[in-house]
């Protein structure tokens, strides 16, 4: 099972222009995604996401997660892997994905951004998107996706993380 994970703006912005997206998200949200986190066995992210969360990730002492960070040169990375832990590809999604289950990783969360948010739509393998929308109108930045994707969402569930933060989560039909 794949879910897409995301934070945005009211107006659909992942990011501040020129900012990381890691900035704006209410504690709300961050409890949301600590404690969800942990029913996962593995995270998907691209690789500027991984940029602005490299420290917290190589640091991080947690054995819960084979984390696959997707760039076009994982041979420039070869400091930052750690074998079963933080992993560099070039795979495309379906291929990623099956070696995830073939490694017995059942339960993955996309974390971004927004390059492999569309990129991993457009291949058709996310099995819900569970989006927080934050109170704010950033008017640009990094946007959830970078093409249209019109593939029709049924709305399973709508829940205020706080008075001011909605939980929205859909699947694709
Ligand atoms: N609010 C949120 O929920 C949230 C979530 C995630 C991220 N973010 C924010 O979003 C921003 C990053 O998003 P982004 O869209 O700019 O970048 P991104 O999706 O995190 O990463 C893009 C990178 O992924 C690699 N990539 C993309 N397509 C590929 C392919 N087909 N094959 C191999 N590698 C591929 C490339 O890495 P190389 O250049 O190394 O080849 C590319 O530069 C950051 O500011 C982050 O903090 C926000």
Redesign the pocket.
């Known amino acids: 099972m794949l879910i897409l994970?995301?934070?945005?703006s009211l107006d659909g912005f992942?990011?501040r222009p020129d900012?990381?997206?890691?900035d704006f998200?209410s504690e709300a949200d961050a409890s949301f995604l600590r404690d969800t986190l942990k029913k996962f066995d593995s995270l998907i992210?691209?690789?500027?996401?991984f940029e602005?969360l490299r420290e917290r990730i190589l640091n991080s002492d947690t054995k819960r997660y084979l984390r696959k960070i997707?760039?076009?040169?994982p041979a420039a990375y070869a400091a930052d892997t750690r074998p079963d832990l933080v992993e560099f590809t070039?795979q495309?999604p379906i291929e990623t994905l099956s070696e995830l289950a073939g490694r017995g990783r059942k339960k993955t969360a996309l974390?971004?951004?927004?390059?492999?948010?569309t990129?991993y739509l457009e291949a058709g393998v996310v099995d819900e998107l569970w989006i927080t929308i934050e109170p704010l109108l950033f008017g640009g930045g990094?946007p959830l996706l970078?093409k249209a994707n019109e593939r029709p969402l049924k709305l399973l569930s709508h829940h205020r993380l706080s008075d001011e933060t909605l939980l929205l989560k859909y699947k694709p039909l």
């Open positions: 994970i995301a934070a945005q992942i990011a900012r990381a997206g890691t998200c992210m691209g690789r500027k996401t602005t997707i760039t076009r040169s070039d495309p974390l971004g951004g927004g390059e492999i948010y990129q990094t970078g």
